[in-house]
């Protein structure tokens, strides 16, 4: 059973006493597991949809510079 969650973003930190449920204790929280193979599960929790987003796009790479300004000089010609 969870014990605590910790948000995977902002690091807030939420405790639960025992009797708690975990669904009544992180309403509005979010889970993600991302499955890595054969009975190997990441699990991350996020205490609100900003926090979430804000750790989606820093798994995201970042389109170089490069490649976007390029784009534009086939708009061009």
């Known amino acids: 059973m969870?014990?605590?969650c910790i948000c995977c973003s902002c690091g807030k930190k939420v405790e639960l006493?025992?009797?708690?449920?975990?669904c009544d204790v992180l309403h509005d929280w979010f889970m993600l597991s991302q499955l890595k193979g054969h009975e190997a599960v990441d699990r991350y929790c996020f205490c609100s949809l900003g926090c979430l987003k804000k750790w989606a796009d820093k798994q995201l790479p970042e389109v170089p510079d490069v490649f976007l300004e390029s784009l534009d000089e086939e708009d061009k010609d």
Do not use: K, N
């Not at 006493?17 to 975990?22: I, K, T």
């Open 17 to 22: 006493s025992r009797g708690e449920l975990p």
């Open 2 to 4: 969870i014990e605590s």
